[in-house]
């Protein structure tokens, strides 16, 4: 399942609504761990943040893996992959409203990388994109957290800032 949501009160809802108590959590854009701090200390949690306030309020979450780090670089997905392979939930909250082509690519490099059973992404644009659509092509629907359609087809090279191919992590 893919959810889109921009009130962070919602965004978090529909995290506690799909995370176990064992699961493997990826979250990118954590920031100072607002998001971070409400799942179950039980869970896997590998939190990703590049913002100067980050560090200092994440190191504070010892059962958290965090990364300080920017989402958009191959050696941060690779960091993450050489932790786990896969995760149950992929959360996604970069920048808020802005960026929806930036926030959509990140979802699309690591959606694809670790197949999340679930995606939870906060983005206004995206939201908004979606919701004044009309739609011509037969619907395409996914009951994973990643676009099933291109499973293992990695990233195309038109897209030239990511240069990595997914499925090369695997060898």
Request: charged share 25%.
């Amino acid at each position: 399942m893919i959810k889109l949501s921009y009130n962070i009160k919602n965004y978090r809802k529909d995290i506690t609504d799909f995370v176990k108590p064992t699961d493997t959590i990826i979250e990118l854009g954590c920031h100072t761990g607002g998001t971070t701090k409400i799942l179950p200390k039980t869970c896997n949690i590998i939190a990703i943040d590049n913002s100067p306030e980050a560090q200092k309020e994440m190191e504070k979450l010892t059962h958290v893996k965090f990364i300080n780090a920017d989402a958009r670089l191959h050696n941060v997905i690779a960091t993450v992959f050489k932790l786990t392979q896969k995760c149950d939930i992929l959360a996604i909250d970069l920048g808020g409203g802005y960026h929806p082509d930036t926030v959509f690519k990140v979802f699309y490099i690591w959606s694809s990388t670790f197949k999340p059973k679930h995606t939870i992404i906060r983005n206004r644009g995206i939201l908004e994109f979606v919701n004044s659509t009309q739609n011509n092509e037969k619907e395409h629907i996914s009951n994973q957290g990643f676009l099933e359609s291109y499973h293992d087809s990695g990233i195309p090279p038109q897209i030239k800032e990511f240069d990595l191919w997914t499925p090369s992590l695997k060898k």
